[in-house]
């Protein structure tokens, strides 16, 4: 019977992992080595050894209504897209709304995690932690990760030869934090990531070039969607989701591209990806606009560097250069696991529904937010961890090895269906069909058809409106009495952060001012009859 359990990390999904566990009646610990929660997006100018790093600058790509917790909407002055330190205060918010601090020791980091003695019995874990220079092993029944996958850079640097020789500045995204001493610089950035391009786009202001170098191409959406609205409002609907999944591949492929390119022509900018329906999506509004103006120069991938320059595979070379800086993404890295639980450089598909290592004897440990959807991290995190602490007391089960394999290998065809490439991409998902997938396991999902009859306006925005967290907390265990109304009101939300200036709306016209222009026709058509 699991009552004890470990969480390693207390970023916002070691916070859903601790409230999780707390509406399942078992009794989380958690651990963060750093001095306090929030994770990644707590920003400080030092980088942090084993903490994700981010910039000044960095605001959030997905809006507010769809990324919040699920029975935890924002306040609504909030806006809509949050700058990062906006959004840790609502990681507070959410922390001591639900009375998770007292669960979390601070600066207090998890060193080792090993398999008890009688693990095959007992599926214990052994839990080793370091606080003030004192080590200390505790037994706990169940383990939750949710370490992130942004604290460990990945250089590739053999992909860039002759880099060593060269005699500029080279950092990291993860060490870049404010725009300050690239003035007149001739900068390169390799990688087309969403932070490579926030980067470019925030220095190309201040260098005097900017050189984005990129593989493959990558659909470019802005924040800014249709009719000024949040542009994942738009694309993240159920409605959309079943047509995407019903439509042959190539239908959506081509009607995603034209999406696209009506937005910009990626083609004539030479950004289009090759084949691919998604490959990383990129929120950039600015981007096509500084390709437009010069200030940043797309370029291949780079063929070599020498001390000052950069030759790159067309032929092109860059001279005097001053800068690299690598936006090349990030690794796994579970320092404290033994390679037999999981690999070190684990990327591919060993873990069952993305949250469990394939051929543990016990399912005691829980992986949470290693996946990369196509929506928010966070709302997939939170659902992983009721699924997982409902897994642990033993409320739904997994399947048998070859179950698992069949259910495994028809996920990969989706995820090819979906993302048509190629290395390494597991992680990325389908973000609704995976939140649908986990939802019915735990007996959450909704039943659509029912909720017509009995609430067809909710049903109406469950179906064709965004597609919100709140969706998850309608019906079944964990339900929450406010989602309905959460659901009704969620465009109050959006617009209030925007009536910062009320204009008085004209009143509507009402019927009676039409009755002089009705009685004016009424009489010319009578004179044209008469004539005629
Ligand atoms: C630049 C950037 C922008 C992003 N923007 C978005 C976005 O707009 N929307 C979105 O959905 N996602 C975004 N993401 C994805 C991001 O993964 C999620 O937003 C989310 O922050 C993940 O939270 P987490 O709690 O899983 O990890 P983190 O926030 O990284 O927290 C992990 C915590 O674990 C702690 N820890 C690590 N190792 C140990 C140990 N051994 N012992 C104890 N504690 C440990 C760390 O100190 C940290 O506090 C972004 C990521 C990056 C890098
Ligand atoms: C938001 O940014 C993160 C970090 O770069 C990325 O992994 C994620 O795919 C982005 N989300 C969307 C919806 O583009």
């Given at each position: 019977?699991?009552?004890?359990?470990?969480?390693?990390?207390?970023?916002?999904?070691?916070?859903?992992?601790?409230?999780?566990?707390?509406?399942?009646?078992?009794?989380?610990?958690?651990?963060?080595?750093?001095?306090?929660?929030?994770?990644?997006?707590?920003?400080?100018?030092?980088?942090?050894?084993?903490?994700?790093?981010?910039?000044?600058?960095?605001?959030?790509?997905?809006?507010?209504?769809?990324?919040?917790?699920?029975?935890?909407?924002?306040?609504?002055?909030?806006?809509?897209?949050?700058?990062?330190?906006?959004?840790?205060?609502?990681?507070?918010?959410?922390?001591?709304?639900?009375?998770?601090?007292?669960?979390?020791?601070?600066?207090?980091?998890?060193?080792?995690?090993?398999?008890?003695?009688?693990?095959?019995?007992?599926?214990?874990?052994?839990?080793?932690?370091?606080?003030n220079g004192v080590k200390k092993t505790d037994i706990f029944d169940a383990v939750m990760v949710c370490t992130g996958q942004h604290a460990k850079p990945a250089l590739y640097l053999e992909n860039l030869p002759g880099i060593n020789t060269?005699?500029?500045?080279?950092?990291?995204?993860?060490?870049?934090?404010?725009?300050?001493?690239?003035?007149?610089?001739?900068?390169?950035?390799?990688?087309?990531?969403?932070?490579?391009?926030?980067?470019?786009?925030?220095?190309?202001?201040?260098?005097?070039?900017?050189?984005?170098?990129?593989?493959?191409?990558?659909?470019?959406?802005?924040?800014?969607?249709?009719?000024?609205?949040?542009?994942?409002?738009?694309?993240?609907?159920?409605?959309?989701?079943?047509?995407?999944?019903?439509?042959?591949?190539?239908?959506?492929?081509?009607?995603?591209?034209?999406?696209?390119?009506?937005?910009?022509?990626?083609?004539?900018?030479?950004?289009?990806?090759?084949?691919?329906?998604?490959?990383?999506?990129?929120?950039?509004?600015?981007?096509?606009?500084?390709?437009?103006?010069?200030?940043?120069?797309?370029?291949?991938?780079?063929?070599?560097?020498?001390?000052?320059?950069?030759?790159?595979?067309?032929?092109?070379?860059?001279?005097?250069?001053?800068?690299?800086?690598?936006?090349?993404?990030?690794?796994?890295?579970?320092?404290?696991?033994?390679?037999?639980?999981?690999?070190?450089?684990?990327?591919?598909?060993?873990?069952?529904?993305?949250?469990?290592?394939?051929?543990?004897?016990?399912?005691?440990?829980?992986?949470?937010?290693?996946?990369?959807?196509?929506?928010?991290?966070?709302?997939?995190?939170?659902?992983?961890?009721?699924?997982?602490?409902?897994?642990?007391?033993?409320?739904?089960k997994l399947p048998d090895p070859e179950g698992m394999r069949i259910e495994m290998l028809r996920d990969e065809e989706?995820?090819?269906?979906?993302?048509?490439?190629?290395?390494?991409?597991?992680?990325?998902?389908?973000?609704?069909?995976?939140?649908?997938?986990?939802?019915?396991?735990?007996?959450?999902?909704?039943?659509?058809?029912?909720?017509?009859?009995?609430?067809?306006?909710?049903?109406?925005?469950?179906?064709?409106?965004?597609?919100?967290?709140?969706?998850?907390?309608?019906?079944?265990?964990?339900?929450?009495?406010?989602?309905?109304?959460?659901?009704?009101?969620?465009?109050?939300?959006?617009?209030?952060?925007?009536?910062?200036?009320?204009?008085?709306?004209?009143?509507?016209?009402?019927?009676?001012?039409?009755?002089?222009?009705?009685?004016?026709?009424?009489?010319?058509?009578?004179?044209?009859?008469?004539?005629?």
């Open positions: 019977m699991v009552k004890t359990v470990a969480i390693i990390g207390a970023g916002i999904s070691g916070l859903g992992a601790i409230k999780a566990c707390l509406e399942e009646g078992l009794e989380p610990t958690c651990f963060e080595r750093s001095d306090d929660i929030g994770g990644l997006w707590r920003f400080t100018d030092e980088v942090e050894d084993g903490r994700a790093s981010i910039y000044k600058s960095l605001v959030t790509n997905v809006s507010k209504e769809i990324m919040c917790q699920s029975d935890f909407p924002m306040p609504e002055d909030f806006p809509n897209f949050l700058p990062n330190h906006k959004y840790f205060e609502y990681i507070r918010l959410y922390a001591e709304n639900f009375n998770l601090v007292k669960y979390i020791k601070l600066k207090t980091s998890v060193c080792q995690v090993e398999k008890h003695t009688d693990f095959p019995v007992n599926g214990q874990w052994l839990v080793t932690t370091e606080s060269f005699r500029g500045r080279i950092l990291h995204c993860r060490e870049y934090k404010r725009p300050i001493g690239f003035d007149g610089k001739q900068v390169l950035i390799i990688g087309m990531g969403n932070t490579g391009v926030d980067i470019a786009t925030e220095l190309c202001t201040k260098a005097s070039q900017v050189y984005l170098s990129c593989k493959t191409g990558v659909w470019v959406f802005g924040r800014l969607g249709k009719g000024g609205l949040p542009f994942d409002l738009g694309f993240l609907r159920r409605s959309l989701n079943w047509i995407n999944n019903i439509m042959p591949p190539t239908v959506s492929r081509w009607m995603l591209k034209k999406d696209m390119n009506d937005h910009f022509n990626h083609d004539l900018y030479n950004i289009q990806p090759e084949g691919t329906v998604w490959r990383e999506p990129l929120v950039n509004e600015e981007l096509p606009s500084r390709i437009l103006s010069g200030s940043i120069m797309i370029k291949p991938q780079v063929k070599k560097f020498t001390e000052t320059s950069v030759h790159f595979e067309d032929g092109s070379v860059v001279e005097n250069l001053d800068i690299v800086i690598l936006a090349t993404g990030y690794e796994y890295s579970f320092p404290f696991l033994d390679e037999s639980i999981i690999k070190k450089d684990e990327n591919k598909g060993s873990f069952y529904k993305k949250i469990i290592p394939l051929g543990i004897e016990k399912p005691t440990l829980a992986f949470i937010a290693f996946i990369l959807p196509i929506g928010p991290t966070m709302v997939v995190a939170e659902l992983q961890s009721r699924w997982a602490t409902r897994l642990f007391k033993g409320l739904h989706r995820r090819k269906k979906w993302f048509a490439t190629s290395e390494n991409n597991f992680r990325r998902t389908n973000y609704i069909s995976y939140l649908d997938d986990l939802a019915s396991d735990i007996g959450v999902s909704l039943n659509i058809w029912k909720l017509f009859l009995t609430d067809p306006v909710l049903a109406w925005k469950v179906v064709f409106g965004p597609c919100n967290s709140y969706q998850l907390r309608l019906t079944g265990p964990g339900k929450w009495d406010g989602a309905r109304e959460a659901i009704m009101t969620q465009w109050d939300r959006i617009a209030k952060p925007l009536s910062t200036r009320v204009v008085k709306k004209k009143t509507k016209a009402n019927l009676l001012s039409y009755i002089p222009w009705i009685l004016c026709v009424g009489i010319l058509l009578f004179a044209v009859c008469l004539k005629g």
